[in-house]
């Protein structure tokens, strides 16, 4: 699944093209590697978001086209934030 989709699925972004600016910001890292709003993501993947002076990081429990908003907050684990 592409970036930009994943964070829009799981609720990390709000909208997908904000998560697309933001990813084309360089302000995503997959894995200690920026990435791309089309950077495929895959469970175990680690993900660094940069929002200004907080980071936070997640890990890929789940990847799936659609999601309930109840459900979404399961698609990954919060490391840090």
Known sequence: MRLDKFLKVSR???RRTV?????????????GTTAKAGSV?????????????KV??????EVADNV????????YELLSE
């Open 19 to 31: 998560a697309k600016e933001v990813c084309d910001g360089g302000k995503v890292k997959i894995n």
């Open 68 to 75: 309930p908003a109840a459900k979404a907050r399961e698609m």
């Open 41 to 53: 993501v895959k469970v175990g993947d680690v993900i660094e978001i940069t929002f200004g002076e």
């Open 12 to 14: 990390l972004i709000k």
């Open 56 to 61: 936070i990081k997640a890990k890929i429990l």
